[in-house]
C-alpha cells in the first residue's frame, strides 16, 4: 500500500512539471530568415515574455530585430532600387492559442499580436546612376502594424511562421521631402526555445 501511495505521487509530480499551467510565466527566444515583400532577405531575432492565461492560451510582449535588405522606389526614376534597412525595430502585444489539451508534448499554435514598428534609414544602392549624396541616407517611418503565425512547439523548443502586414513608408531626402517608398510587409520563419512556463504534458 505504501509503495503504491509512493509511485501514485510520483507520477501526479511527473504530470505536474510536464505541463502548461495557467498563471506561469515564460520567455521565449526566436531566430530565423525574414522575406521581405516584394523580393531581398533579411533576419531576424525575437525575445517575448509570455504568462499563461490557461493551460492552452497566454499573452506576451513580442520585442523583435529584423534586419532587411529590401527593394524602394525612388520617385524620379522608373527603376526600383535595391535598399538596405539596418534595423525594423518593433514591440507588439501578442496572444497565442495552443491546440493541446495534455497527453503529447506536441503543441500547434496560432497566434497574433498588434504592435509599433520602428523603421530605421535605408541607403540607396543606385547602381550605375548618379544619385546625389543628399539621397544616400533616407529616413523612413513609424508605423502601427498587425501580425499573424502560426506553428509547433516540441517539448521546449519552437518553430513556427508569421507575417507582419507592416505598411508601406516614405522615404526622405535631408530637406523632408519625399521622394519614395519602401515596402515594409515581411515574411518570417524561426526556430527557438522557452523556458518557465512548464512543459507539454507527456504520454
Known amino acids: 500500500m505504501k509503495k ?7 507520477l501526479t509530480l ?9 498563471g506561469r ?12 515583400k516584394g523580393g ?19 499573452v506576451g510582449i513580442r520585442f523583435g530585430i529584423a534586419g532587411l535588405a529590401k527593394d524602394v522606389t525612388y520617385y524620379n526614376f522608373t527603376e526600383d532600387y535595391e535598399g538596405e534597412i539596418s534595423a525594423n525595430i518593433s514591440i507588439s502585444g501578442t496572444f497565442d492559442y495552443y491546440f493541446n489539451q495534455g497527453g503529447t508534448q506536441l503543441a500547434p499554435y496560432i497566434g497574433a499580436g498588434f504592435g509599433y514598428y520602428t523603421l530605421s534609414s535605408v541607403q540607396i544602392n543606385n547602381g550605375d546612376f548618379d544619385v546625389p549624396d543628399i539621397f544616400g541616407d533616407l529616413e523612413a517611418d513609424f508605423k502601427w502594424a498587425p501580425m499573424v503565425r502560426a506553428g509547433v512547439e516540441l517539448g521546449k523548443f519552437r ?10 513608408s516614405n522615404l526622405q531626402n535631408a530637406s523632408g521631402e519625399v521622394i ?5 510587409q515581411y515574411f518570417g520563419f524561426t526556430l527557438g526555445f522557452y523556458v518557465g512556463g512548464g512543459r507539454w504534458r507527456g504520454m
Open 25 to 36: 510565466f515564460r520567455m521565449g527566444m526566436d531566430l530565423g530568415a525574414a522575406i521581405p
Open 159 to 168: 518553430m513556427g511562421a508569421e507575417y507582419n502586414f507592416v505598411p508601406k
Open 180 to 184: 519614395g517608398e519602401a515596402i515594409n
Open 14 to 22: 511527473c504530470q505536474y512539471t510536464m505541463a502548461q499551467h495557467a
Open 4 to 10: 503504491l501511495f509512493v509511485i501514485a505521487l510520483l
Open 40 to 58: 531581398g532577405i533579411g533576419a531576424l531575432v525575437n525575445l517575448e515574455p509570455k504568462v499563461n492565461l490557461k493551460d492552452n492560451m497566454n
